[in-house]
């Protein structure tokens, strides 16, 4: 959407198949919950180190399209498979 | 993919997802990171005071907020629990952090503002024709090198 207006972007994904349809021109794959995209409330480590390692790939020579899993695992509960699970989803889904 | 559609679509019957044949082009940074100056859209629908806040009906909202680095932030966004980004908006709005990380020299400089998109949109049409382009213009119009895309 923004790199057609000549803009260098990289953008954060949590769940890899959706990054795979939309095609960003760089992804960073991070595993966590729906709305704690860069972790826990006030873990600002965690924060600075999701960011700064996803605008480093940003200087690297990834084809358009890459999607770099940076291994970031939410492991404080399980809140993520929660969100993503399809059992608890109604039948109808 | 299976698991994140149905997860959305309890909430948002109606929504379709977007599928891109072809990545988007990517255009190189052009100066290393200490020297860059970074930018930041946020899909978590983030606006501050004097703003209307973002639509969570199940039409969507493809409208675009700019965002002041240092002011209180607020949240409104049908498909997370935005409790945690009142308590920490820099869970999905990194502006301290980048504010810091420029402090550090780790980047050149943050951008003069931030820009926030309310991350359900059902009919992307509006989001590509009008939205998109006009967040690109400021974007361009505050000289940034390098955009940080951040979801919720």
Same mark, same amino acid.
């Not at chain 2, 703003?51 to 493809?62: C, H, K, L, M, Y």
């Given at each position: 959407?923004?790199?057609?207006?000549?803009?260098?972007?990289?953008?954060?994904?949590?769940?890899? #198949?959706?990054?795979?349809?939309? +095609?960003?021109?760089?992804?960073?794959?991070? #595993?966590?919950?729906?709305? +704690?995209?860069?972790?826990?409330?006030?873990?600002?480590?965690?924060?600075?180190?999701?960011?700064?390692?996803?605008?480093?790939?940003?200087?690297?020579?990834?084809?358009?399209?890459?999607?770099?899993? +940076?291994?970031?695992?939410?492991?404080?509960?399980?809140?993520?498979?929660?969100? +993503?699970?399809?059992?608890?989803?109604?039948?109808?889904? | 993919?299976?698991?994140?559609?149905?997860?959305?679509?309890?909430?948002?019957?109606?929504?379709?997802?977007?599928?891109?044949?072809?990545?988007?082009?990517?255009?190189?940074?052009?100066?290393?990171?200490?020297?860059?100056?970074?930018?930041? /859209?946020?899909?978590?629908?983030?606006? /501050?005071?004097?703003?209307?806040?973002?639509?969570?009906?199940?039409?969507?909202? !493809?409208?675009?907020?700019?965002?002041?680095?240092?002011?209180?932030?607020?949240?409104?966004?049908?498909?997370?629990?935005?409790?945690?980004?009142?308590?920490?908006?820099? /869970? /999905?709005?990194?502006?301290?952090?980048?504010?810091?990380?420029?402090?550090?020299?780790?980047?050149?400089?943050?951008?003069?503002?931030?820009?926030?998109?309310?991350?359900?949109?059902?009919?992307?049409?509006?989001?590509?024709?009008?939205?998109?382009?006009?967040?690109? !213009?400021?974007?361009? !119009?505050?000289?940034?090198?390098?955009?940080?895309?951040?979801? !919720?």
């Amino acid at each position: 959407m923004l790199d057609e207006h000549g803009l260098a972007t990289v953008s954060i994904t949590q769940v890899r #198949e959706v990054a795979a349809q939309l +095609l960003p021109s760089l992804a960073c794959l991070v #595993e966590t919950p729906f709305g +704690l995209t860069l972790g826990a409330v006030g873990d600002h480590d965690a924060h600075a180190r999701i960011v700064v390692r996803t605008l480093r790939e940003a200087e690297r020579p990834h084809p358009p399209g890459t999607i770099v899993d +940076l291994g970031e695992r939410w492991t404080l509960d399980d809140e993520r498979e929660r969100q +993503l699970a399809v059992e608890d989803l109604p039948p109808d889904a | 993919m299976r698991r994140e559609q149905l997860h959305v679509r309890t909430f948002f019957p109606s929504f379709e997802w977007a599928s891109e044949q072809a990545p988007s082009p990517r255009n190189p940074l052009r100066m290393g990171l200490a020297q860059a100056r970074v930018g930041l /859209v946020s899909t978590a629908g983030g606006y /501050v005071r004097g703003q209307p806040r973002f639509s969570v009906a199940d039409e969507g909202d !493809a409208s675009f907020r700019a965002v002041a680095w240092d002011e209180p932030v607020r949240f409104a966004h049908g498909g997370y629990d935005t409790r945690r980004a009142y308590r920490d908006p820099e /869970v /999905v709005l990194p502006r301290r952090t980048l504010a810091a990380l420029a402090a550090e020299g780790v980047i050149g400089a943050t951008a003069p503002r931030a820009f926030s998109l309310m991350g359900y949109i059902p009919d992307p049409e509006p989001l590509l024709a009008e939205t998109g382009p006009r967040v690109a !213009a400021e974007l361009l !119009a505050d000289a940034v090198d390098l955009v940080l895309l951040v979801p !919720a």
